[in-house]
């Protein structure tokens, strides 16, 4: 996804958008949205898991 479009989404999130609505918007998954949510953030802080301490692992890992 282009990055004008990546920083759009990251915009609506920030100002309240929901993940799905959202996600279904830009024509991509919610998995996809948060890939793009996660990898702009910094290590320790990601959007909507505010009580996060450590980097997210992606699904299946640590189990």
């Known amino acids: 996804m282009p990055s004008d479009k990546i920083e759009a989404l990251r915009r609506q999130i920030a100002d309240g958008a ?3 609505p959202t ?3 830009f024509g991509i998954s919610r998995a996809t949205l948060y890939n793009y949510l996660v990898a702009t953030t910094t290590e320790g802080e990601h959007h909507g898991c505010k009580n996060s301490s450590s980097p997210r692992q992606p699904y299946g890992h640590g189990i």
């Open 18 to 20: 929901t993940k799905a």
């Open 23 to 25: 996600a279904r918007d």
